[in-house]
């Protein structure tokens, strides 16, 4: 299944300002002052970062109501940075569980989280295929729901734990 697209494009303002057009509201995305951009909003790094630690959090809140786990609250705190010596990008995620856990199930959402399809997408690396476009796509307002992610945390979680089904 194909997602839908996001559109990326310039606004005009600024040296690196852009407007994303996804599911919802369109929201700017912008480079720090100290690189020319104008701080107004997340950096590409922010939103991958961002990417991650969202299909941590919902992975985890699905897998913990599947299995009627006692989870309060779930919070994922992710960095990005760069290894000099290796070129590597490096993601550190930090996950705060509260509730009535065993020490077990703890375990366990920390293995839900890293089956998490962004986490499998970012371990697995991606095929990126570029082509010029003859048009710009236009930006639909009222589009369909995108249901792509949904279905791959779904298959996340049966794979790790089979009983854990809707």
């Known amino acids: 299944m194909t ?5 990326v494009e310039e606004t005009g303002e600024g040296l690196f300002q852009v407007r994303a057009h ?39 809140r699905m897998y913990a109501r599947r299995k009627g ?8 705190s992710v960095t990005h940075r760069r290894d000099e010596a290796t070129a590597r990008d490096i993601f550190e995620r930090n996950v705060f569980i509260e ?16 089956a ?4 499998k997408t970012l371990h697995a690396g991606a095929e990126i295929v570029t082509r010029v476009a003859p048009q710009p796509v236009p930006v639909v307002d009222d589009r369909p729901c995108d249901r792509t992610h949904p279905k791959a945390m779904d298959e996340s ?10």
């Open 157 to 166: 979680c049966r794979q790790v734990d089979p009983t854990a089904v809707a």
């Open 22 to 60: 996804g599911q919802g509201p369109s929201f700017v995305i912008d480079e720090p002052l100290d690189l020319g951009g104008m701080a107004s909003g997340p950096t590409p790094y922010d939103l991958l970062s961002s990417a991650l630690g969202a299909c941590t959090v919902m992975t985890i």
């Open 69 to 76: 786990l006692s989870l309060d609250r779930v919070q994922a």
């Open 116 to 119: 998490c399809p962004i986490s």
């Open 99 to 114: 509730g009535d856990l065993t020490q077990a199930q703890r375990d366990r959402l920390l293995v839900i989280a890293e």
């Open 3 to 7: 997602s839908n697209p996001v559109i």
